[in-house]
């Protein structure tokens, strides 16, 4: 599967969005990409994730153990992706604001891959490989479904990426005045 092609299934969805948004990483975007329209079907959430699990087998040399999805946006291609792979998934959660394996246990050297839904600046990702260094698993890549910085990110490990859709990003303070016309509209779920 291609970038055009993962695209596609996003518009279908309706899930590239067009206005002002404050992103999960607090930068500001006129286009938002809202992947719980494509992850409530089925069929396009298996799709994408079957094609990732694809390049993270072909990318990835070894076992893998586990595939682990940051609460809330990975939980769903970290699951559906780790069925393509045949592995176990499981997901950090945010504890007082810092992720935590709450829900299992992990073991000392577990081959791990996380897998993220769209990553920006790759925050999430790099602070669930945190959390795993520190609970002795052996984090061997990354993957996500869309890279919106089209490769400026870096995560830490080698990124395993379906698409790269690069969309402008600004912080507060240096938006151009169209887009600082609009209203302002939070709809990610990192401070839920």
Known sequence: MNTAEVLDIFR???????????????????VFLQKARVFMHADKTEALCRALAEKIRAAVPGRIDYVVGPAVGGLI??????????????WVEREQGEFRLRRFEIEKGARVVVVEDIVTTGLSIRE???CLRKLGAEV???????DRSAGKSDVGVPLVVL???????????????ELAKLPAVKP????I
């Not at 291609?77 to 499981?90: C, D, M, N, Q």
């Not at 061997?140 to 869309?146: D, G, Q, R, T």
């Open 128 to 130: 669930t490989i945190d």
């Open 188 to 191: 990610g779920s990192r401070n």
């Open 163 to 177: 698409a790269e859709y690069e969309v402008p990003a600004y912080p507060a303070d240096q938006l151009p005045p």
């Open 77 to 90: 291609p970290a699951y559906e992706t780790s069925r393509h792979l045949g592995v176990p998934a499981i």
């Open 140 to 146: 061997v890549a990354a993957a996500c479904i869309i």
């Open 12 to 30: 279908s969805a309706g899930a590239i969005l067009e206005g002002h948004f404050i992103l999960t990483s607090g930068l500001r975007s006129p």
